[in-house]
């Protein structure tokens, strides 16, 4: 059974700082999600990582993805206040596409001045 | 992007009554789509897959009368909670994974039901 584990849960951090979310997860997965999720909202995608090695970037958000690790990371440089939301990991662990993806229990960031 | 679009994006029902949740996917075909529910403050849970033509496959501890799904075609799925009470409230999420190319997964607005 594929689990995944994401850490920190709860992170409060200074506008300005960098901090980096971890995801771990139990199998071998083709492709890793990263989700940001604002209060009563639904997911919004934010990265989607497909190969070993594979790095993506928009803003100050930074994603990698390392299989032999099975370690997705989600880097935060020089946060800012409009970051604050949960953001979710998700791996889909089939090849055909069909099965549902399994979630990291979040991590709710808070960015404070 | 793909688009997955959900209705109703909130509703209040009182307690005993049915309510119907829509999930289209507007630019693509979906044999299969999965329905989630999300509880305040913790992550999404899988309820059931959706499947086109088939009966829904239900995840351990989903009751499958109360929560029932319909797949009648490729680009929509329904989810109907009946006989609704208050500890049904939560919000809901369905998604889609669009297949053309690289498989990728793609999620509905919410619903946010409360029963009263």
């Known amino acids: 059974e594929l689990k995944v584990e994401q850490n920190p849960l709860f992170l409060s951090m200074q506008e300005g700082k960098n901090y980096t979310i971890y995801c771990n997860y139990s199998?071998?997965?083709?492709?890793l999600y990263w989700y940001r999720q604002d209060p009563g909202k639904s997911l919004e995608s934010l990265f989607v990582?497909?190969?070993?090695?594979a790095v993506k970037q928009e803003g100050r958000l930074m994603a990698s993805l390392d299989t032999k690790a099975r370690l997705s990371t989600l880097h935060i440089t020089a946060a800012v206040h409009d970051l604050s939301a949960t953001y979710f990991c998700a791996v889909d662990a089939s090849h055909s596409g069909n099965t549902p993806l399994v979630f990291g229990k979040g991590t709710r960031l808070s960015v404070i001045a | 992007g793909a688009v997955v679009s959900q209705h109703p994006s909130r509703v209040i029902c009182k307690s005993g009554t049915s309510v119907k949740i829509e999930c289209r996917s507007l630019?693509?075909?979906?044999?299969?789509m999965f329905w989630y529910r999300q509880f305040p403050k913790q992550s999404l849970m899988l309820m059931a897959t959706s499947n086109e033509g088939s009966k829904a496959t239900y995840e351990q501890g989903v009751e499958k009368d109360k929560f029932l799904i319909n797949h009648a075609s490729l680009t929509l799925s329904t989810l109907t909670v009946t006989s609704a009470h208050p500890e049904d409230s939560s919000f809901y999420i369905c998604?889609?994974?669009?297949?053309?190319?690289?498989?990728?997964?793609?999620f509905g607005q919410g619903t946010r039901l409360t029963v009263v």
């Open positions: 199998t071998t997965s083709d492709r």
């Open positions: 998604s889609a994974i669009a297949t053309k190319g690289v498989p990728e997964a793609f």
């Open positions: 990582l497909l190969s070993n090695g």
């Open positions: 630019d693509f075909q979906a044999t299969t």
